[in-house]
């Protein structure tokens, strides 16, 4: 099979969807390799490691798209990608369909197999191919919230962790999962007052039984995210429904009442986000106010720290593209369920349910394309 790699070309993206090690192991099992021209060079990804590992590099994305059979990229098409792919072309990267209606219909209408990274499960459960670049975006969601409650930044002024005498800020994590353990591993470190509400007791009896005083647990409903948010410096949305839009956990009406220059990452963005006031922003121009609250909504957060991200994602990823390019896409996907998880189109059909239903389409299951 020919897979091709191109260069990222949403706003300060720099990660990519093949190391020179993941090419390596393409290309020693008969594959052939087509990277564009300067993929990974602004994270030191140089062309001459590509061509070292074996990868043929061509000079344009659309080189990348015209001869290869499978694409292997990082971030959803961009619609000048979209309209590049062909009838029966594999996919191969993170979607994020639910909130993103015209890629949905770019993708129906090209025919293309497209295999989302995040709803690919795992044996134990789980969606290993999400879980790293949550691992980093939790971590990173603190970092982001602490610099932006900078008064420079638009926040209150206040350090996280406060200094002997003044007390912390109070920092509000809203989902106990993936997102939500990094993010208050970070901040627990730091110092903060740390408060994370989640659906399930037993997740929150398992943080508390890691954590311990050091934190505060409350089981999410209504109620107590509006107490928790109301009383919060610092608010991070890292609630997930697997393929499917964020529920708004947060309303409008209780931004407008949140403490001024509060912040809030919303890391859930990528599928819409979990407050009623998010938009996506880029890393070019990351925040915006509503009533007095800061807003940082990247929908990218993971490419600011692109080196350690790629190689994180390839960890995941590789494994899965090898099985595509081996089998190809239908008897990788009869073969292994929790990689047939992640077809969300193929043949101008969607075939994952929760994204059917968010955007209003047919459901047609994976495994009628297959019989």
Not at 35 to 59: K, S
Request: include cysteine; proline fraction near 5%; charge should be neutral.
């Amino acid at each position: 099979m020919t897979v091709g790699c191109p260069k990222e070309i949403k706003n300060h993206e720099y990660r990519v969807g093949l190391t020179p090690a993941s090419v390596r192991e393409l290309t020693s099992r008969g594959h052939q390799v087509l990277v564009q021209a300067g993929a990974g060079a602004a994270i030191g990804l140089l062309d001459e490691h590509y061509a070292a590992a074996g990868a043929t590099l061509v000079p344009d994305a659309a080189t990348v798209f015209a001869k290869a059979d499978m694409v292997v990229k990082v971030k959803e098409p961009q619609p000048q990608e979209c309209a590049m792919l062909r009838e029966g072309q594999i996919l191969y990267t993170y979607l994020h369909l639910a909130p993103d209606p015209e890629q949905t219909a770019a993708l129906v209408k090209s025919g293309a197999i497209c295999v989302a990274y995040e709803t690919v499960t795992g044996p134990g459960g789980g969606l290993p191919l999400l879980a790293p670049m949550s691992e980093v975006a939790g971590r990173m969601s603190i970092q982001a919230g602490a610099a932006h409650l900078e008064k420079s930044k638009g926040g209150m002024g206040v350090l996280l962790g406060g200094v002997p005498g003044v007390a912390p800020a109070h920092v509000v994590i809203l989902g106990g999962g993936v997102v939500g353990t990094h993010a208050l591993q970070m901040a627990v470190g730091m110092g903060a007052r740390v408060t994370v509400l989640d659906k399930s007791v037993d997740r929150l009896r398992q943080l508390d039984l890691v954590f311990g005083n050091r934190i505060s647990t409350q089981y999410s409903n209504v109620q107590s995210v509006e107490e928790a948010v109301l009383s919060a410096d610092l608010v991070i949305g890292g609630v997930l429904i697997p393929g499917a839009a964020a529920p708004k956990l947060v309303t409008r009406a209780m931004v407008s009442r949140m403490k001024q220059g509060a912040v809030v990452v919303d890391v859930a963005i990528d599928q819409g986000g979990c407050f009623e006031t998010s938009h996506a922003t880029t890393h070019a121009d990351p925040t915006f106010m509503v009533d007095g609250v800061v807003h940082y909504c990247v929908a990218n957060m993971p490419g600011a720290v692109a080196r350690t991200s790629t190689f994180a994602l390839n960890n995941a990823t590789i494994a899965h593209a090898v099985a595509l390019a081996d089998k190809g896409w239908k008897q990788a996907l009869k073969d292994n369920p929790h990689l047939r998880a992640g077809l969300n189109v193929a043949q101008g059909q969607l075939t994952y349910e929760a994204v059917a239903r968010d955007l209003g389409y047919a459901y047609v299951p994976a495994e009628r394309l297959l019989a």
